[in-house]
């Protein structure tokens, strides 16, 4: 048996196209409008008599006033059009709710006699209303009977497949410095080798490593299985991503020997011409039809644009939303590639810095396999003249031609000032306590129950901070730009460099413990943290944090958007005997014209 529901939104939405055309086509001076329906065969034959009869009249133009004054009656939506219930209709009980779809063919035949309007405003004030029912969504508001009593409506179902946003093209960049940042790293060589090595057991080597990784850690047995299938996804996820990352490379650079061999064929016929018997050749190749060979084609002509623009590094490491960003292209403006060119250089740098295997994959397509970038990324300062890097020294050698910089994970002693001891310790034997959460802390993952500054520690679960450091265009010399955003609270890094003691006239970060005060000096090594300027309206600052028994300063974020300069605030400490001014550019600065301050007081 089949629900009428949507036999009556049919007739609905006809009566509806009936009454309004009857409203604009007759004279104002006819006030009733009579509406007969009737259900019978489609054949024609007098003698079979209609199924169900029946008639109703009512006047048009008191129905119209009536809706001004209140909401519509209890009724049946047909369609955006309302009928009477069936518990006031004179058709109640001629038609069952459902009937036999396949007995035979029935026809419903809605016919307007005698209509009238009461002027021409009204079937405007009509198509109005309805206008404004069909954007509704899955929200019904409760009507009311004619005794004025809610009647409850039952909500409108969402469709299965809601219409998705398409995504942005901050959306997109994130999701390449989220690739490109991530703990999964792009490595075809390692993926080949891991698949193609077959061990003396049988298995691929991708396997039996997977269990040696787990017996080196010394993993319980029971254990030990969950972990060796913890290691073997992270290693197929790996080999998806990079077989994912293959096909667009590959479908890219179809699509740019399809625009090239349309010119080849032009110069002998018309573009039109060219381009048709390009894509005939291609349909038979692929065996596909026309049809499903430009749907594909029109996602493949998006990779194209992207690696024209932002590079392959850009299309290689987009996220998971490359396929619907290239597919609704709605963020495709020469605007969008404007930003995608400046950042070429960008995405370049960090792929050959922590992907350092990443170009192999553009072997299959000839392209170019040799790393650009070989040093440590922060030794490229990015954003240079014509959107290119900057090799780090040269960036100092104004002030010192022979400066070099060591990069840095963790901090070091300086023997000369403190021997072997380290005056950050302030607890020398374990278990340790987080002072913030009073958690146990270890280095030991699987041991360590702190998450304070989780991007950090365990060492061993930490990555690579999403930063970059780059050229200020304000006269700043380098700065620290975050690629992705830092939600409040989060660390950016650790204040890492050497720790020393008596340094005097060079810029140096002070700490004290119980036992000692010290100094950290980043001015010949030390990590990323070195970089980042003073603001008088700062959005990271500096903390004191215990790990392990050992005293650390990070710097917290205090919330940093996505291509967002990091700044602290250096103090009155910093600022108090410095004859230079502030370069910050914020409204409440407190330290800007400070040369001529300085001249003041001294005359």
Same mark, same amino acid.
């Given at each position: 048996?089949?629900?009428?529901?949507?036999?009556?939104?049919?007739?609905?939405?006809?009566?509806?196209?009936?009454?309004?055309?009857?409203?604009?086509?007759?004279?104002?001076?006819?006030? +009733?409008?009579?509406? $007969? /329906?009737?259900?019978?065969?489609?054949?024609?034959?007098?003698?079979?008599?209609?199924?169900?009869?029946?008639?109703?009249?009512?006047?048009?133009?008191?129905?119209?006033?009536?809706?001004?004054?209140?909401?519509?009656?209890?009724?049946?939506?047909?369609?955006?059009?309302?009928?009477?219930?069936?518990?006031? &209709?004179?058709?109640?009980?001629?038609?069952?709710?459902?009937?036999?779809?396949?007995?035979?063919?029935?026809?419903?035949?809605?016919?307007?006699?005698?209509?009238?309007?009461?002027?021409?405003?009204?079937?405007?004030?009509?198509?109005?209303?309805?206008?404004?029912?069909?954007?509704?969504?899955?929200?019904?508001?409760?009507?009311?009977?004619?005794?004025?009593?809610?009647?409850?409506?039952?909500?409108?179902?969402?469709?299965?497949?809601?219409?998705?946003?398409?995504?942005?093209?901050?959306?997109?960049?994130?999701?390449?410095?989220?690739?490109?940042?991530?703990?999964?790293?792009?490595?075809?060589?390692?993926?080949?080798?891991?698949?193609?090595?077959?061990?003396?057991?049988?298995?691929?080597?991708?396997?039996?490593?997977?269990?040696?990784?787990?017996?080196?850690?010394?993993?319980?047995?029971?254990?030990?299985?969950?972990?060796?299938?913890?290691?073997?996804?992270? =290693?197929?996820?790996?080999? &998806?991503?990079?077989?994912?990352?293959? %096909?667009?490379?590959?479908?890219?650079?179809?699509?740019?020997?399809?625009?090239?061999?349309?010119?080849?064929?032009?110069?002998?016929?018309?573009?039109?011409?060219?381009?048709?018997?390009?894509?005939? +050749?291609?349909?038979?190749?692929?065996?596909? &039809?026309? =049809?499903?060979?430009?749907?594909?084609?029109?996602?493949? $002509?998006?990779?194209?644009?992207?690696?024209?623009?932002?590079?392959?590094?850009?299309?290689?490491?987009?996220?998971?939303?490359?396929?619907?960003?290239?597919?609704?292209?709605?963020?495709?403006?020469?605007?969008?590639?404007?930003?995608?060119?400046?950042? $070429?250089?960008?995405?370049?740098?960090?792929?050959?810095?922590?992907?350092?295997?990443?170009?192999?994959?553009?072997?299959?397509?000839?392209?170019?396999?040799?790393?650009?970038?070989?040093?440590?990324?922060?030794?490229?300062?990015?954003?240079?003249?014509?959107?290119?890097?900057?090799?780090?020294?040269?960036?100092?050698?104004?002030?010192?031609?022979?400066?070099?910089?060591?990069?840095?994970?963790?901090?070091?002693?300086?023997?000369?000032?403190?021997?072997?001891?380290?005056?950050?310790?302030?607890?020398?034997?374990?278990?340790?306590?987080?002072?913030? /959460?009073?958690?146990?802390?270890?280095?030991?993952?699987?041991?360590?129950?702190?998450?304070?500054?989780?991007?950090?520690? *365990?060492?061993?679960?930490?990555?690579?901070?999403?930063?970059?450091?780059?050229?200020?265009?304000?006269?700043?010399?380098?700065?620290?730009?975050?690629?992705? *955003?830092?939600?409040?609270?989060?660390?950016?890094?650790?204040?890492?460099?050497?720790?020393?003691?008596?340094?005097?006239?060079?810029?140096?970060?002070?700490? %004290?413990?119980?036992?000692?005060?010290?100094?950290?000096?980043?001015? $010949?090594?030390?990590?990323?943290?070195?970089?980042?300027?003073?603001?008088?309206?700062?959005?990271?600052?500096? %903390?004191?944090?215990?790990?392990?028994?050992?005293?650390?300063?990070?710097?917290?974020?205090?919330?940093?958007?996505?291509?967002?300069?990091?700044?602290?605030?250096?103090?009155?400490?910093?600022?108090?005997?410095?004859?230079?001014?502030?370069? /910050?550019?914020?409204?409440?600065?407190?330290? =800007?014209?400070? &040369?001529?301050?300085?001249?003041?007081?001294?005359?």
């Amino acid at each position: 048996m089949a629900d009428i529901g949507y036999v009556a939104k049919r007739v609905g939405r006809e009566v509806e196209r009936l009454l309004l055309q009857a409203l604009e086509q007759t004279p104002t001076n006819v006030g +009733a409008l009579q509406l $007969r /329906c009737s259900v019978g065969p489609v054949d024609n034959n007098a003698n079979l008599e209609s199924l169900a009869r029946g008639e109703v009249t009512f006047d048009v133009g008191e129905l119209l006033a009536a809706t001004d004054r209140r909401t519509p009656p209890s009724s049946r939506l047909l369609g955006d059009f309302a009928l009477p219930t069936p518990a006031d &209709s004179p058709f109640e009980g001629a038609l069952p709710r459902s009937y036999p779809s396949a007995t035979f063919d029935r026809a419903l035949t809605v016919s307007a006699a005698s209509p009238g309007r009461k002027r021409k405003a009204a079937s405007s004030r009509l198509q109005q209303s309805t206008s404004v029912r069909r954007k509704t969504g899955s929200y019904t508001p409760d009507l009311q009977d004619d005794d004025g009593q809610i009647v409850q409506q039952r909500p409108r179902a969402l469709p299965d497949n809601p219409i998705l946003q398409p995504p942005s093209l901050s959306k997109f960049i994130n999701g390449v410095w989220e690739s490109l940042f991530s703990g999964t790293k792009l490595d075809p060589v390692e993926v080949i080798e891991q698949w193609q090595a077959i061990e003396s057991s049988g298995q691929p080597k991708l396997i039996v490593d997977s269990h040696d990784q787990i017996i080196s850690r010394g993993t319980s047995i029971a254990d030990g299985d969950f972990s060796k299938m913890s290691v073997l996804a992270r =290693k197929i996820s790996q080999t &998806s991503r990079t077989c994912r990352s293959l %096909e667009v490379v590959v479908q890219c650079r179809w699509m740019q020997l399809f625009d090239e061999q349309v010119v080849t064929l032009a110069a002998t016929t018309t573009k039109e011409k060219a381009k048709k018997a390009t894509i005939a +050749a291609a349909c038979l190749d692929f065996k596909w &039809s026309e =049809k499903e060979l430009r749907n594909k084609t029109a996602i493949w $002509r998006g990779y194209a644009d992207i690696q024209k623009a932002g590079g392959w590094a850009a299309l290689v490491f987009a996220g998971m939303g490359l396929y619907r960003f290239c597919k609704y292209r709605v963020a495709f403006t020469e605007e969008t590639f404007d930003v995608l060119r400046s950042l $070429r250089h960008r995405f370049e740098v960090a792929a050959d810095t922590m992907h350092t295997n990443w170009r192999q994959l553009l072997a299959i397509v000839n392209g170019p396999t040799a790393r650009r970038y070989t040093s440590h990324m922060h030794s490229h300062v990015v954003c240079g003249p014509h959107d290119e890097t900057i090799d780090l020294p040269i960036t100092y050698h104004q002030w010192d031609k022979d400066f070099s910089y060591q990069h840095l994970d963790e901090s070091c002693i300086d023997e000369e000032a403190w021997g072997n001891y380290d005056p950050r310790v302030v607890q020398l034997e374990g278990p340790y306590t987080c002072e913030a /959460c009073k958690e146990v802390q270890s280095d030991d993952p699987t041991a360590n129950s702190c998450s304070c500054f989780s991007a950090l520690y *365990p060492p061993v679960l930490a990555g690579p901070s999403p930063v970059q450091v780059y050229r200020t265009p304000n006269g700043r010399n380098n700065g620290l730009l975050a690629c992705l *955003p830092f939600e409040e609270g989060a660390a950016i890094g650790e204040f890492v460099g050497l720790i020393t003691a008596g340094v005097s006239g060079k810029d140096v970060m002070w700490g %004290e413990t119980a036992r000692a005060s010290y100094q950290i000096w980043q001015g $010949r090594q030390g990590n990323h943290t070195r970089f980042v300027n003073h603001s008088c309206e700062p959005n990271s600052q500096f %903390e004191r944090f215990v790990w392990m028994g050992t005293q650390r300063i990070i710097l917290v974020s205090k919330g940093v958007d996505a291509g967002e300069e990091v700044t602290v605030d250096y103090t009155d400490t910093y600022w108090r005997n410095l004859d230079k001014e502030c370069l /910050c550019g914020q409204p409440t600065c407190r330290y =800007k014209d400070r &040369s001529r301050i300085t001249a003041t007081a001294q005359g």
